[in-house]
Every structure is written in structure tokens, then in C-alpha cells.
């Protein structure tokens, strides 16, 4: 039909409501939610088309899209099959369902709602397959909302009937993804499609790096009654337990739930997907981690529980950031999940719970019972380096310590004996370091306090693990001596410094020998 210009090229109808258009920039999204529109977009196009488009390049064929970011423009480019001429009128008009509403773009909106939230004006440019034309779509909403625009101006130029791709390029930016966002957007990019990503079928990179995910490693060990019982040599166990199972009237839940090998309070908790989507469980410290299963964030199940939940059945919101089932639905499917996660031979709640407390038993005793026989041997070595060494009558901790080259330092301000003292931590990984442990103290009243440990020493790297807990519990007992150091300064000890310094000429002295 005739434009607006009054010449014959097509258009495309946005109505009903153009002026929505104008509002959708208020919505309450996250920058990868709204990424995801246009990835869901593409990986529909994609799945709705898998035949023709393996029929035409082969069964090798994997759908690429390409996400590139930058202060003055986001792009978003697939080699997905395009949007056809049937399905052009209801991708450009608000609230136009899809007639297949199981898969990822069921409302009619996420193109529309996610192009607006980032940006006023944008071009939408389509080569579908089967089709011998390249179709280019312009949106500026601004002109569109003041001059109250129903039809868009479709260009066409002839295009190699084998191209089939989508490119969607946004300017004038309102919102620029940066700083921290840009590496959440990543991480949760990665997260929200990982079930594409391991099974190959789908690449994503953004600003050309291609996005992985790595599934947490799964503990292999003993159940904690075994241990208690102290049984000989009791059998490991993988735990890992798959799910399937019915609740409400009319909802599946699939998956796994597992334990983490490695503790870890952001990563920890359950990924609830749609559709193979990510829906709730997205990045760091946003794990769906309800209090009837997980209990505190400081219990050993709030660090180590985790798994993948699928929900095919639920509804979401129209955003695609959680479910709409009612409290009464989340209730009986967390009492399910309780109760079929407790089930035994794998009761994965009461082994995580009871995990740590397992050290300290039998499997504890044998591996102490190594390390004293180790340790012992090597005592004589140790005292023997004191023999010659004297420390100096006085130290002076007047002066800060000298800025390491390579280091990581975290500051906090305690309260002692009705005092503010402000007590930095630093981790030094300069190779030339020779004292594991060095202290300023700076002020009376109000001190400053430096503690800097030497990871690269022998003793560091060899005794200390590599994990957050080990690498925690290092630093908590050199940070502990240098208190107790200064708290014994501060009360009228001269020599309080003794200790350190013969603590630091051992191990200067007496580096274990480093096994790889």
C-alpha cells in the first residue's frame, strides 16, 4: 500500500497503540534481560527452522549470534533464518503473539520492549530464508509518537536466496551497558542459555569473545554416617541426584540437584529454567535459594547445594526474570524438592549439611595421622635455624610498609577497647619478599594497622591451598598474631615483637621444597 510519501513501497503496521512505544524505555529491566529478547529471538528462529537450515549447510550448521556493545550503538546479529514475510506484520506491532506460544517469544513484545528500554531510534534489517529479498525496517520513536505514525516503510533490495540472517542495530543510546554491567552481562548470558551452549547447538560472543559456562565440579566422598560409623574403607559417592517429579494440578519439574565440590556462597543454589532458558537463578549471589531448603546464608547447605530445575509447564513474567505461580504452587513444589532431595542413598541435604563435619572424623584422623608423621620430621630443621638468630631489642613499626608490586589489600575499621583502629590487610606476590609476615602500626588512640603476608614464600604456597576457605583461614591466623602482637605493644610489652621475628626467620630459613 501506498506510504505516507505517497509513493508504492510497502509498509508495515505498528498500530495499535503507537504512543506505548514511547513508555517502554521505563521498564523495570535488567541490561541482559533485555539482551536476551533479541537471543531468544534468534534462537527461536533458529529452533522453528532447524531442518531447512541443516538441509541447506548440513548437519554442522549452529546458529552464531553476535552481540557487539559500545557507547554509541548495540548490535545484535544472527545467521538464524530471518523474519519471514508471514510473521513481518506481528514482529513490528506491540503485543502481537506469535501463533506458537511454547516457545521463547510467546508475549509479542521482547524485540520491541528491549530495542526501546536501550534506545529511541533503531533499524531492524532481515533476509529470511526461502525469500529473495533483504527487508530494512527504520523505528524512530520519537517521530513516530509526535506525528502519530501507524505504518513503517519497508526498503527491499534483491538478495542471494541462500543469505538468511537478522541484524538489529540500536543508536542514541538512553542506557550504555559499562563498567561492572558488561561483565555481568556476559556472565549471565552464559548462565541464562548454558543449556544451548553445552550441547553445542548455539554460539554467542560478545564484543567477539565467545561466552562458555562451566558446570561446578561435584562431590565424590563418602556418606557422613559411613564416616561416623567409622566403616572400613567406605565407598564414595557421587552426589548427584536427577529429578522428575509431578506438583500443583498440571506442573512437571525435571533436572538435577547436587553438592559443589567447592563451597562457594555467590554460585550456589538452584538455575529454575523455562524452555531451556534461564529464567530465575542468574549470575552471582542470585541463586534461587529459598529458606525451607537452604536454611541461613551461613549454613553448609546455603554454600554447597546447587542444580539445574527445569519448569517447562509455569508461566513467566512478560520481562522473563521469574515465574507467576502462586504461593501456594512454589509451596507444595519446595516441599516435593525437600523431600525427594532427602531421599535416600543420596540424601543430598543432610550430606551437605553434615559434609565438613566428616573432616573431623575418621577420614580426618588418617590424613592428620600422615601430616604429624611429615611434620614432626622436619621440627629439628626449624629450631635449628634459631640457633645463631637473635632479634633486634626494639622494632619500629612507625613507617608504612613499602608498596608491593604485585598485591591485593582490603581495609577495615574495628572497634578495640573503646578505639577506632583501622586494620588493612595485604597480600603480597612480589618473589623477592623474604618475610612472610610484616606489621606497621601508625597512631595511639586511633591506630593504623598494616598486615601483609607473603604468598609466594615456600611455606604459603605449599601448607595453603588454592580454595577461598584455605586461602581464609591463612589469613585469619597470621592476621591474628599480628594483633596479638600489637594488642601486647600497646599494653607495655617491649619484646612483643619476638615472636614474630623468630616465626619469620624459620620459615625464611626453612622453606619447604615446592611439589608440583
Wanted: net charge positive.
Amino acid at each position: 500500500m501506498p506510504n505516507e510519501n505517497g509513493n508504492n513501497n510497502e509498509t508495515v503496521n505498528i498500530r495499535p497503540a503507537v504512543g506505548y512505544l514511547s513508555i517502554l524505555q521505563a521498564i523495570n529491566y535488567r541490561a541482559w534481560y533485555a539482551i536476551a529478547e533479541f537471543v531468544d529471538n534468534s534462537i527461536q528462529s533458529y529452533i522453528d527452522n532447524k531442518s531447512k537450515l541443516k538441509k541447506l549447510h548440513g548437519n554442522n550448521f549452529k546458529l552464531k549470534i553476535a552481540i557487539y556493545v559500545s557507547k554509541s550503538k548495540i548490535q545484535i546479529i544472527d545467521n538464524a533464518a530471518g523474519i519471514n514475510e508471514k510473521d513481518f506484520p506481528r514482529a513490528f506491532r506491540a503485543a502481537a503473539r506469535p501463533e506458537n506460544r511454547k516457545g521463547l517469544s510467546e508475549f509479542g513484545m521482547g524485540m520491541k520492549t528491549a530495542a526501546c528500554w536501550f534506545s529511541p531510534f533503531w533499524i531492524v534489517k532481515t533476509k529470511p530464508l526461502d525469500e529473495k529479498e533483504l527487508k530494512i525496517v527504520k523505528f524512530d520513536i520519537k517521530n513516530i509518537v509526535r506525528d502519530e505514525i501507524e505504518e513503517l516503510e519497508i526498503k527491499k533490495s534483491p538478495l542471494s536466496l541462500k543469505q538468511h540472517y537478522t541484524e538489529i542495530t540500536l543508536t542514541n543510546l538512553i542506557k550504555v551497558p559499562h563498567g561492572q554491567t558488561i561483565k555481568r552481562m556476559k556472565d549471565h548470558l552464559s548462565s541464562m542459555y548454558r543449556c544451548f551452549i553445552e550441547k553445542n547447538e548455539v554460539e554467542i560472543r560478545y564484543n567477539n569473545e565467545k561466552l562458555k559456562y562451566e558446570t561446578p565440579e561435584i562431590l565424590e566422598a563418602p556418606y557422613f554416617k559411613d564416616v561416623d560409623e567409622e566403616k572400613k574403607n567406605p565407598k564414595k559417592i557421587y552426589w548427584h541426584k536427577k529429578l522428575d517429579f509431578k506438583y500443583g494440578k498440571k506442573y512437571t519439574a525435571t533436572g538435577y540437584i547436587a553438592i559443589r565440590e567447592t563451597a562457594s556462597t555467590k554460585h550456589a543454589g538452584f538455575a529454575l529454567f523455562r524452555r531451556n532458558r534461564l529464567i530465575k537463578g542468574v549470575g552471582e549471589n542470585e541463586g534461587y535459594r529459598p529458606l525451607e531448603i537452604f536454611k541461613a546464608p551461613n549454613s553448609f547447605i546455603y554454600q554447597r547445594v546447587f542444580g539445574e530445575i527445569h519448569l517447562d509447564d509455569e508461566k513467566v513474567t512478560h520481562t522473563k526474570d521469574g515465574f507467576q505461580w502462586t504461593l501456594e504452587e512454589e509451596s507444595e513444589f519446595l516441599k516435593k524438592l525437600k523431600e525427594i532431595s532427602e531421599k535416600a542413598p543420596k540424601p543430598i541435604l543432610s550430606q551437605s549439611d553434615r559434609f565438613r563435619k566428616d573432616r573431623r572424623s575418621r577420614d580426618l584422623k588418617i590424613q592428620s595421622e600422615e601430616g604429624l608423621e611429615s611434620s614432626i620430621k622436619k621440627i629439628q630443621g626449624g629450631i635449628a635455624s634459631l640457633e645463631d638468630f637473635k632479634p633486634p631489642k626494639q622494632a619500629d613499626l612507625s613507617e608504612k610498609i613499602p608498596e608491593a608490586k604485585s598485591k591485593q589489600k582490603r581495609k577495615k575499621t574495628v572497634r578495640f577497647e573503646g578505639n577506632n583502629w583501622v586494620i588493612e590487610q595485604i597480600l603480597n606476590y612480589d618473589k623477592s619478599e623474604m618475610e612472610w609476615l610484616k606489621i606497621s602500626e601508625i597512631g595511639k588512640r586511633k591506630k593504623e594497622i598494616q598486615i601483609q603476608i607473603s604468598m609466594t614464600m615456600g611455606f604459603t604456597s605449599q601448607y595453603f591451598g588454592d580454595q577461598p576457605d584455605e586461602i581464609e583461614g591463612m589469613l585469619l591466623l597470621a592476621s591474628y598474631i599480628a594483633l596479638a602482637e600489637v594488642v601486647a605493644r600497646s599494653r607495655g610489652d617491649a619484646k612483643a615483637h619476638n615472636v614474630r621475628m623468630y616465626l619469620n626467620e624459620i620459615l625464611r630459613t626453612q622453606p619447604p621444597p615446592l611439589e608440583y
